[in-house]
């Protein structure tokens, strides 16, 4: 008997009820086992439609205990899933191990499709990036914005895949725009409007920085005896809702992503690029930052722009994301100005 098999089973049982309603949302992408809450820390099982996608963090998964795990989780759902297994631990996930249990086969590694809130979306097991398409514990904020966006106006900042953009064009917004430095995310945002058919969203591939400042009507700053790149060009404006949601730290030329020291840098330009009466929707995902911390951090920034927030409410990971403490690493804002 592997020494994950209770833990898991565990973690299958605590999520009947879950399962039960996303099925009857058409959602069939959610998180099977969170071992940092649930019995393994550094391990990972998502389910993605028909693909089953485990992933390793802190050391490998040895061959039984993957195997079981893998007919555990099949033998539970009832379905018979396609693994594949990524371990992050060392320095390239996406280099099987030499046994065969470790490598996925050709069917499991084919384009699939999954389904959020009744949404298509590509499911690749693995590709030039590290992380999957979806992040799964955002699904509920994505729920509020199709279930918010009707007749506004959109913009998605740091689109990723452009999941939001999705339920915000399928929930009825007028406009939907999705913003990425990275063409190859803003393909597959394109590829899951194709699984959409009717539904329509504009994609801008651009540096961050560069274009919020253009949204925002702010100067874009050179550092001294520097040349920027080119970027796209963008009128000011504002839109009735915005999703904020960075990645822990990046740095390009025109500045640098840090959610830890600068959350600010991020946020002023986001929040002038909101309407009057407009929604922000922002977001944190590093563990290390406490909430209570970092909303007085955003409820101040705004106060400072004179755009103080008239309702402050927040968004939480849904149940297949447990967190002991009740301090999910992923925290979200909904700011109504």
Known sequence: MSSLDQPLSAALNARQALLSELHQQQTDCYRLFHGSQEGAPGLTADRYGPQLMVQSFHQPLEREALLALHAQINEHLGLDLQLVYNDRSGGNSRIDRRDEAYQPTPEALADRVGREWGLNYRVRGRHPGQDPLLFLDLRNARGWIKANSAGKRVLNLFAYTCGVGLCAAAGGAREVLNL??????????????????????????????????????????????????????????????????????????????????????????AILATADNGTLVCCN?????????????????????????????????????????????????????
């Not at 009128?235 to 990645?247: I, M």
């Not at 939480?316 to 690493?329: C, E, I, K, N, V």
């Open 285 to 337: 995902n590093l563990a290390k930052v406490a909430l209570d911390d970092w909303r007085a951090q955003v409820l101040r920034c705004a106060e400072k722009l004179g755009r103080p927030v008239r309702d402050c409410e927040q968004i939480l990971p849904a149940a297949d994301f447990p967190s002991r403490d009740g301090q999910p690493p992923l925290k979200t804002l909904i700011l109504r100005f």
């Open 180 to 269: 990425d430095f990275a063409e190859g995310n803003l393909a597959v945002g394109r590829e899951n409007l194709a699984l959409n058919p009717g539904l329509t969203m504009d994609f801008v591939q651009s540096d961050y920085f560069p274009a919020i400042r253009q949204l925002a009507g702010l100067p874009i700053t050179t550092r001294r005896g520097h040349k920027l790149p080119g970027y796209p060009r963008l009128e000011q404006r504002q839109f009735d809702l915005v999703l904020l949601d960075p990645p822990a730290w990046a740095k390009s030329a025109f500045g640098t992503v840090d959610l830890l020291r600068d959350y600010q840098s991020l946020l002023k330009p």
